[in-house]
Nanobody, 122 residues
Framework: QVQLAESGGGLVQPGGTLRLSCAASGPIFGIYEMGWYRQAPGKQRELVAIVLSGGRTNYADSVKGRSTISRNYVENRVQLQMNSLKLEDTAVYYC????????????????WGQGTQVTVSS
């Protein structure tokens, strides 16, 4: 069974730094995209940042310039660092991976972590 284990998050002061990490495990054949989404109360889930196939990265406009996403291909891990946090960054952050399994190497599906709460408050 595929698992996405998230770590990081919690209470952060405005202007502070957030570091999130996510590691994928299980019968994985290949991971093609890996990234972070977030969902604030009363809002839809939105992309924060993602590492696409080939290593290209994509960021939401709201976090561009103050965030860095990186991927460790050996450990099947993705990390996100966000600086200069704002109150509106408060949300549940979800790790996402588009991957295929060893039992079906050509079939790609999205998998999600359980989510980690990030609260920006003084």
């Amino acid at each position: 069974q595929v698992q996405l284990a998230e770590s990081g998050g919690g209470l952060v002061q405005p202007g502070g730094t957030l570091r999130l990490s996510c590691a994928a495990s299980g019968p994985i054949f290949g991971i093609y995209e890996m990234g972070w989404y977030r969902q604030a109360p009363g809002k839809q889930r939105e992309l924060v940042a993602i590492v696409l196939s080939g290593g290209r990265t994509n960021y939401a406009d709201s976090v561009k310039g103050r965030s860095t996403i990186s991927r460790n291909y050996v450990e099947n891990r993705v990390q996100l660092q966000m600086n200069s946090l704002k109150l509106e960054d408060t949300a549940v952050y979800y790790c996402n991976a588009r991957l295929s399994l060893v039992t079906a190497p050509v079939v790609r599906n999205d998998y999600w972590g359980q989510g980690t709460q990030v609260t920006v408050s003084s």
